[in-house]
């Protein structure tokens, strides 16, 4: 028997043992076990919330161009279905619709629901209030009338035309005399105006109450100023804007178009037909409805493209100026010829009530009341 050192012996023992377990004891450390494979399943990302959709006011706050000024006017009551709209606060009411409903005639909007169950004139709100809103919004109320009490009403406005004025008490010289109101006089109207709580349509307003389509109270009157003359925009304009009473300037547009304030309406006086033909009378009654319409349309777009009503220089028309004027797409022509008008009336004749030097509240009360 061949004789084995005893150290070697024990080396073997070792080495026979590591590999029973598994263990290799070598100079270098173990490899260590690679990690299990992660599952091959995406995990799915908690998707977004859909935001919440705009509402149509919160729309028209957002698109203001003036964030800061913004008004935007919900119309509530029977038949009611308008959309909200955007206006500006501080400026005139620019967009209110009148809306139609079967069997019935729109008698405006209101404040609150007891001005309009009440038809109350002072609490009627329309193109010659100023926009008022709290936190950007405000709630306009609808009254209806029946045809029957629309035709009962018997309403018969006034369009009040003024020229030229005057600070002189005993009036200026000459043939154009007449033309000429004192401005204290012309005070005393407008403040006789705003104090007598008078309703003041609008020229959109006046074209649906011919049509039947609105209510008007029979203490209605619309003023209105022709020429825009130097008088009227140094004196007379800045009271209507002092007293918040609505009037409109007749502007010839081919002379300039005049600077007006808030409480001005500019509107067509024509362009360039303010001027006498061969026969002596107005363009309008001369030139054929093709250059009426042209010379119209000038006028429009001078007045930022607004076509609801034109004064007739002179108050000279015809059947060829109405021609002109609707072809031109003008609703309302107003003339010299004293009166009133009334549910069908013929919206390119409408007639108006001349103010002359030297009449007073009083002559004023006998004429609208």
């Not at 590591?18 to 690679?34: I, R």
């Not at 043939?175 to 349509?201: C, S, T, V």
């Not at 600077?259 to 054929?288: D, E, W, Y």
């Not at 109405?322 to 007639?351: C, M, N, W």
Request: some cysteine.
């Amino acid at each position: 028997m061949t004789h084995v050192p005893r150290r070697r012996l024990l080396g073997f023992a070792v080495a026979l043992a590591a590999v029973t377990t598994g263990v290799l004891t070598t100079g270098c450390a173990p490899e260590p076990v690679a990690a299990a494979p992660a599952s091959s399943a995406t995990q799915t990302p908690t998707p977004s919330p859909t935001p919440t959709p705009l509402s149509p006011v919160e729309q028209l706050l957002a698109s203001a161009p003036d964030p800061a000024a913004a008004c935007v006017v919900s119309f509530t009551g029977d038949g009611i279905a308008d959309a909200p709209v955007l206006e500006t606060t501080g400026a005139l009411y620019a967009a209110l619709p009148i809306p139609a409903r079967d069997g019935f005639v729109f008698a405006g909007w209101y404040d609150t629901p007891a001005d309009a169950a009440a038809f109350a004139v002072p609490g009627r709100v329309n193109g010659a209030d100023l926009v008022a809103c709290t936190d950007r919004q405000r709630t306009l109320h609808a009254a209806w009338k029946t045809p029957a009490e629309n035709t009962a009403e018997g309403a018969r406005l006034p369009i009040l035309m003024y020229h030229q004025f005057t600070d002189k008490p005993e009036g200026e010289s000459g043939w154009l005399r007449g033309n000429y109101a004192y401005i204290e006089d012309y005070r005393a109207h407008m403040q006789h105006i705003k104090d007598g709580g008078f309703y003041l349509p609008t020229w959109l307003e006046l074209d649906a109450f011919i049509d039947g389509r609105l209510f008007l109270p029979d203490h209605s009157v619309i003023v209105t100023d022709d020429d825009a003359d130097p008088t009227w925009l140094s004196m007379a304009a800045p009271i209507n804007e002092q007293l918040q009473v609505l009037a409109t300037s007749f502007d010839i547009t081919g002379d300039g178009v005049a600077t007006q304030n808030a409480f001005i309406l500019p509107r067509s006086h024509t362009h360039a037909m303010h001027v006498a033909g061969a026969n002596g009378k107005g363009q309008m009654v001369n030139l054929s409805p093709d250059e009426i319409a042209a010379d119209l349309e000038t006028s429009a777009a001078a007045l930022g493209g607004v076509k609801e009503v034109v004064a007739y220089p002179y108050g000279h028309y015809d059947d060829r100026t109405k021609q002109g004027v609707a072809q031109a797409g003008f609703l309302l022509g107003r003339t010299i010829e004293q009166g009133y008008v009334s549910i069908g009336h013929d919206k390119l004749a409408l007639p108006c009530v001349r103010i002359n030097y030297g009449m007073t509240v009083a002559d004023l009360q006998k004429l609208i009341g």
